[in-house]
């Protein structure tokens, strides 16, 4: 079985990001990018189907400018076999981003195609659907656990009220979320490793995607802030406060 | 303009999250129609039908569309969806599941979890996590978006009187199946449509104490979340998750106890109208957002909460 796993080059969780002051965008100059964190678990979660003998190769792509290919690089470093980097502008629009992935699962005749449930950018959660939809092939989002039964999947998904499984015949797109598996660290001698795995570049031209966004970004602005309100002394106070100040509650 | 919308449901009954769905639909402007995609959801689609506002509710009752399978129920959209300005679909699982997969196999982008109508093409959605706020406008023919809906009020549930239809078509996606599901038995309201949220944090220590938490929730008649940490340190299941990689909630009263305050968690209630923190540390972040903060040890100030109710 041959994976694809799709990732993403993002701000770094832990960076707090702050919007220009001309509100056209966030400030991302010199701010520390890192691999999404929801890839990172699905490049795990590719890696441990092969070290389980189920995948018989591993292949990372990536959709962006060169610098990119550090995140690229990461995944390689974390076991991916080899790359591909899809040479675009920063951010493209995620049924462009579909578009090409599709392209790519048809060349790499991939049998699954794992992605993270979403980027921690933009926030989507789209491009597994997208891309499951333009393959006509099924979908399992918000996975937490995903089993390998011959040429099926048995995947339970979180949903808001519970668990649920399905069954799906590959190929078939999986998004990951956060109980998936716990990702490793790249040990030092996997990263030196890393940069002798191969990494090819190629264009959405030979890929004969075009790139469209049909959505515009107007302005961009920071959040309403909230304002701290009062501490108080006792349980007794905080009821009196909520029932006669607040009344939210009788 | 007209607007199709995907209604949320469990075949006998709306999810509340529909009539938010419905209010931003009038936001936007036109005529107003659901589709029921189920099996045996006459119920539901003779809710849908009460709501105000509505003009049409279109109903598929089949197996196939008994467990809302993306793969199913986006055929069948794309199907009705000629002649519709608008495609919506609830900001929960089981909308982001579907709606991508519809805007893709019409040829569309879509708009995620939009909290604001600018007008008929622009929205407001949250980006990075809730620290900005992005304005956007479609040029596409079809809008197709996903809705927060704490962001809208909810429509009135009754006194509307909209036609009824049945649809007949069928899609079967021949790759995929339900196996099963396990879903919590709560006779508490969901987190997403209760007026009162009590969350516990890693402070809690273990899985039991939330004994105490749900016993504030019985007097109040709220729903009980959870932390990321408390559900990563395996206290209680993720779907009572609330935060960025959970639940948005927005009630009118949101308790924090035992809860630090990591942005991530602040992401996802920090749009209720009355936060109060509970929380020994004086200087967690919580209490930056909080309205009443309470400094104190939570198991004496929660069980006293609960006998002041």
């Known amino acids: ?250 | 303009m007209s607007i199709l919308i995907i209604t949320e449901h469990d075949n006998q009954s709306v999810k509340p999250v529909t009539l938010n769905l419905v209010t931003a639909a009038q936001q936007i402007g036109g005529e107003i129609d659901l589709l029921v995609a189920g099996e045996n959801c006459q119920g539901a689609a003779e809710a849908a039908a009460a709501i105000a506002g509505v003009r049409k509710v279109i109903v598929a009752d089949n197996a196939a569309y008994a467990h809302q399978l993306a793969e199913n129920i986006s055929k069948l959209m794309v199907e009705l969806a000629d002649g519709y300005s608008h495609i919506m679909a609830p900001g929960t699982t089981t909308g982001k599941n579907v709606a991508p997969r519809v805007a893709a196999l019409l040829g569309v982008n879509q708009l995620s979890d939009i909290i604001a109508v600018e007008a008929a093409d622009t929205f407001k959605r949250p980006i990075y996590a809730g620290n900005a706020i992005a304005t956007v406008k479609s040029t596409d023919a079809v809008k197709v978006m996903t809705v927060r809906g704490t962001a809208f009020d909810a429509a009135a549930a009754s006194g509307g009187s909209a036609s009824v239809e049945s649809c007949d078509a069928v899609h079967q996606h021949a790759d995929v199946s339900f196996v099963g599901e396990e879903l919590a038995k709560s006779d508490r309201p969901e987190l997403t449509a209760a007026s009162v949220v009590i969350s516990g944090g890693r402070g809690m220590g273990n899985g039991d104490n939330f004994e105490l938490l749900n016993k504030v929730a019985d007097k109040l008649g709220a729903a009980v979340g959870a932390s990321r940490a408390a559900v990563d340190a395996g206290f209680v299941p993720n779907d009572m998750q609330v935060g960025q990689t959970g639940k948005m909630v927005a009630p009118e009263l949101y308790i924090a106890v035992g809860i630090s305050g990591a942005i991530q968690h602040l992401a996802g209630m920090k749009d209720s109208k009355v936060i109060v923190a509970i929380n020994k540390d004086e200087e967690a972040p919580i209490f930056q957002v909080a309205d009443y903060g309470l400094v104190g040890d939570l198991f004496e100030a929660v069980p006293e909460l609960e006998g002041r109710l």
Do not use: H, W
């Open chain 1, 1 to 250: 079985m041959k994976v694809l796993v799709a990732v993403k080059r993002v701000i770094d969780y832990n960076v707090k990001v702050r919007v220009k002051s001309d509100r056209s965008d966030v400030d991302l100059a010199n701010v520390k990018m890192a691999l999404n964190p929801f890839c990172e678990i699905a490049v795990e979660e590719a890696v441990r189907l092969k070290e389980a003998g189920t995948a018989s190769e591993v292949v990372v792509v990536s959709i962006g400018s060169k610098a990119c290919q550090e995140q690229l690089r990461t995944a390689l470093a974390l076991g991916a076999d080899r790359a591909i980097q899809v040479e675009a502008a920063d951010q493209p629009d995620a049924l462009s981003v579909a578009r090409i992935l599709q392209k790519v699962a048809e060349e790499e005749s991939a049998d699954l195609v794992l992605l993270g449930k979403q980027a921690i950018d933009s926030d989507n959660n789209q491009t597994g659907q997208m891309l499951a939809a333009l393959m006509d092939r099924p979908q399992a989002t918000f996975a937490s656990e995903v089993v390998v039964e011959g040429d099926s999947l048995k995947v339970t998904r979180e949903v808001d009220g519970g668990l649920q499984t399905l069954s799906l015949k590959l190929p078939a797109v999986v998004t990951t979320d956060l109980r998936l598996n716990e990702p490793r660290y790249a040990s030092l001698p996997n990263i030196m490793k890393a940069k002798k795995k191969p990494l090819d570049v190629k264009t959405p031209d030979e890929l004969g995607v075009q790139l469209a966004s049909g959505a515009e970004l107007i302005s961009v602005e920071p959040p309403a802030e909230r304002q701290a309100g009062i501490k108080v002394g006792s349980v007794e106070e905080l009821v009196e406060k909520l029932r006669n100040e607040a009344k939210v509650i009788a």
